[in-house]
């Protein structure tokens, strides 16, 4: 059963980057913020759609922010958003998804954004600031 969280805080952080750095640098900011209690990284797209659903067989809900990388291998983080949102459970629709991603191309990605209707998107390297405020918007 979900743990109720009386500090803004949440259960679980999902990480899927396949560059080792940029996952060590969010969970670096995210262990320093102090706001989740478990974070769980994968690689790239296949290894988080399963990470994700074992998560979901084992707690019976998600985890509250999933940080995906736009560029990874297997599946771009635009295809593997788009694949966690058809995960059959209403759960699905409470997590915060945010894009990372070290720069886009206004032709090619700005459409795939929209499509997907993503909103929530942090350029890298991840600074501490932007990134606190944009989950925080979620936590209240």
């Not at 998107?121 to 600074?127: A, G, N």
């Amino acid at each position: 059963m979900k743990k109720k969280n009386p500090m803004n805080k949440v259960n679980c952080v999902f990480i899927a980057d396949d560059s080792e750095m940029d996952r060590w640098l969010a969970i670096r900011i995210i262990e320093l913020s102090g706001i989740c209690e478990k974070i769980i990284t994968a690689r790239h797209g296949n290894e988080a759609l399963e990470k994700l659903k074992d998560y979901y067989t084992h707690h019976q809900y998600y985890p509250e922010i999933m940080l995906v990388d736009f560029q990874m291998p297997y599946m771009d983080g635009i295809e593997l958003i788009g694949e966690i949102r058809k995960l059959p459970s209403v759960e699905i629709k409470k997590s915060k998804i945010i894009l990372i991603t070290a720069g886009l191309d206004p032709e090619i990605d700005f459409p795939r954004i929209k499509e997907y209707k993503i909103e929530n998107i942090l350029l890298k390297p991840l600074d501490k600031w932007q990134f606190l405020k944009l989950i925080s918007k979620g936590l209240s």
